[in-house]
């Protein structure tokens, strides 16, 4: 059972200097090169972004190596560094996989505490030239063994080596990775492997989903190669990790996509008239925009919170992250509400942004569970629940 009380220094909750000036230089670049009309044109290209702004942000500013130790090529920061980062993203509705590969596959590999795999994949995800996802993670959250009839990928040896046979549904960035990290049963239990997937071992069909902005794929594994990352009896602890760390990063990217949302939609009833006055002067406007500016405080700090957990490695991550999932997740769908609300309806229209944000906080509340399932969680870690007593 978690203590119900942080134990995190509250100076870790405060912006510094440095991230400070992270923010505006991303809040500059974004508004140059990454505007609603950029995201909508490289929704049609083959890749879903545009790469070459992907090789701008790793090149010009770093970030995909903001959480990497130097080591491995990274600048060596935490994971504080990389929320930043994420949610200057969201603002932006940046349609790269950043999540996917910086937050998840990044972190598995580290958690993992495999030296080879790190130096093999790490310094080319810190550098823009690897993209990466991962996949199977949510069959084995809980730490138990899959149920028998799952769809769960396996793992046998063959002649030379590992192959990977069954798939994965649903996976972030599943048809484009360059490399997927696969949580796969072998006759010993669960481990992890990577995988680098070709045409004639690998099926990856994308999926239709509400989001366009987040690809999502089926992956299926026909005798892939693969290699083992790490050990057996560490697979269960970087499934764990590797996920409340993705809760973490999607808390900051609601963040800032909340906060797009407020600031348009303030700034669209001042000078929005009706009865000779901005709508905006209304009590009951003014009413609605509180309760969003409320709710974006309270994600801001559960948010900062799970990023101060995340970036020194806390035992409090797992409470900070449900807790972070939940908050985060209300906060953005209430915010992207209001944002078509008080346009008068206008995000039903494809001209306007506003529906490319609605879509993004529908797809992001569900992406790592639904905030009724992180209660619940949040109620086992710290011993509210009866559930496993039972």
Do not use: N
Not at 310 to 318: E, F, I, N
């Amino acid at each position: 059972m978690h203590p119900r009380h942080p134990e995190i220094d509250p100076q870790l909750l405060s912006e510094t200097d440095e991230q400070r000036q992270l923010r505006t230089v991303l809040r500059d670049f974004y508004t140059e090169a990454s505007g609603p009309e950029d995201v909508r044109k490289h929704l049609a290209t083959p890749r879903g972004y545009d790469e070459v702004l992907w090789t701008r942000l790793a090149g010009e500013i770093g970030v995909h190596g903001l959480a990497v130790p130097e080591e491995y090529g990274g600048s060596g920061f935490t994971f504080a560094e990389l929320a930043v980062a994420l949610e200057e993203a969201g603002r932006a509705l940046y349609c790269a996989p950043l999540l996917p590969t910086v937050a998840l596959a990044a972190h598995a590999l580290l958690h993992s505490g495999d030296r080879d795999a790190c130096e093999r994949y790490l310094p080319r995800i810190a550098d823009g030239t690897l993209t990466a996802t991962v996949a199977g993670f949510d069959a084995g959250e809980s730490g138990e063994p899959d149920e028998p009839g799952d769809p769960a990928v396996t793992a046998e040896q063959g002649g030379s080596g590992w192959v990977l046979r069954g798939q994965a549904d649903f996976v972030l960035d599943g048809a484009g990775a360059d490399l997927i990290l696969v949580r796969a049963q072998t006759p010993a239990g669960a481990r992890l492997f990577a995988c680098e997937p070709t045409p004639d071992t690998c099926s990856r069909t994308a999926r239709r989903v509400l989001d366009e902005t987040r690809r999502q794929a089926l992956v299926e594994f026909r005798g892939a190669p693969a290699d083992a990352v790490g050990t057996a009896e560490v697979t269960g602890d970087t499934v764990s990790a590797t996920l409340d760390i993705g809760r973490a990063a999607l808390g900051a990217e609601q963040v800032g996509g909340s906060g797009h949302a407020l600031d348009a939609t303030v700034e669209f009833t001042a000078q929005r008239h009706q009865f000779g006055r901005p709508i905006g002067s209304f009590q009951a406007v003014k009413h609605r925009l509180a309760d969003v500016l409320v709710a974006l405080e309270a994600a801001r700090s559960a948010s900062a919170y799970a990023s101060a957990c995340a970036a020194v490695g806390s035992p409090q991550l797992p409470v900070a992250a449900s807790a972070a999932a939940v908050v985060c997740s209300e906060a953005f769908r209430l915010a992207t509400a209001e944002y078509v609300q008080l346009h008068g309806g206008i995000g039903f229209t494809w001209e306007h942004p506003a529906h490319l944000y609605v879509r993004r906080a529908r797809g992001s509340e569900v992406l790592f569970g639904t905030a009724d399932r992180h209660r619940t969680r949040l109620a086992e870690l710290i011993g509210l629940s009866t559930r496993s007593a039972a």
